[in-house]
């Protein structure tokens, strides 16, 4: 329709290539300010590093490692965060805390760590929060697109299964993203693990983010299928009590969220201090009695 001049521009993340090159055919407008010369369909594009090979310095120095693996690199991650997610029969529990760390620095206390896809479909961030929130919320375009062509809600694993080929395709350009995609489909209650190596599990409960040891010994302790739905809200408010007791990388506020087969609802934002004091008188009045 509009003539073979117009090419399909190349990957908007494929740092390191002609792109690169490409950026000094720049024209002059009336100011003397320089702006990029683009061409329709050519999308816009990031920053590289000013070093001889971007790609190279990139993989090197943005790798997404644990532990004293990243010792090595000019760029370290530095993230801590406790999500989880369980099934039971009375639907999908969702329970994250609400900080936001640089090293020992809380950079906030109020981060949203609950992307709300649809109004049926949850995802939860850990890791990288640029990652996971850019992701999840492209996810959520993908999602509607399949509604519009398909007419109907896609499912979890579908919708996982998209997230999963995202992570894939960028697989080794040093994103951090741990994440869980849950929600309620024709199949019932689903709940998936996805990250950025393009991992892809189905289970019951998850636990993901440096405090997700605490938060899985509590769940392994006193998680059963059959709990009440006040039952399952207490369990998943206290996991993520004793983990942000415990992690010093988390805490601030717990968000809790229930999914039913008529989507999900926001049921609690509890600072996570009030629950200690909460649960430190519940302990001595358990000691009075007995």
Not at 236 to 258: Q, V
Not at 260 to 275: F, L, Q, R, S
Request: aromatic fraction near 10%; charged fraction near 20%; glycine fraction near 10%.
């Amino acid at each position: 329709m509009f003539g073979s001049s117009l090419a399909v521009g190349n990957d908007i993340l494929d740092i390191g290539s002609s792109k690169f090159d490409r950026r000094t055919d720049e024209r002059a407008v009336g100011s003397g300010a320089m702006i990029p010369k683009l061409a329709l369909g050519e999308p816009g594009q990031f920053e590289v590093p000013n070093v001889a090979d971007p790609a190279h310095f990139c993989r090197t120095n943005f790798a997404s490692a644990c532990g004293n693996s990243d010792a090595g690199q000019s760029v370290k991650f530095a993230k801590g965060t406790t999500t989880l997610a369980f099934k039971f029969d009375g639907g999908l529990i969702v329970s994250v805390d609400s900080r936001s760390t640089m090293g020992a620095y809380i950079a906030s206390g109020t981060v949203k760590k609950v992307i709300e896809i649809n109004p049926f479909l949850l995802g939860t961030m850990a890791g990288g929060a640029a990652d996971c929130s850019f992701w999840e919320r492209n996810l959520g375009m993908q999602c509607r697109m399949y509604e519009l062509r398909n007419k109907k809600r896609i499912t979890v694993a579908a919708a996982s299964k998209l997230l999963a080929n995202t992570m894939r395709s960028y697989r080794g350009y040093g994103l951090s993203m741990g994440t869980m995609i849950t929600g309620w489909d024709e199949t019932g209650p689903q709940l998936y693990y996805v990250d950025d190596d393009g991992t892809r599990l189905h289970g019951r409960y998850f636990s993901v983010g440096s405090g997700s040891t605490y938060a899985y010994g509590v769940l392994d302790t006193y998680y059963r299928p059959d709990l009440s739905v006040e039952e399952a809200i207490d369990l998943g408010k206290r996991a993520i009590y004793h983990a942000c007791h415990r992690d010093a990388m988390s805490g601030s506020i717990n968000n809790l969220y229930h999914v039913t087969k008529e989507g999900w609802v926001k049921i609690h934002a509890i600072d996570v201090n009030d629950m200690h004091y909460e649960f430190l008188e519940e302990k001595k009045n358990a000691r009075m009695t007995s």
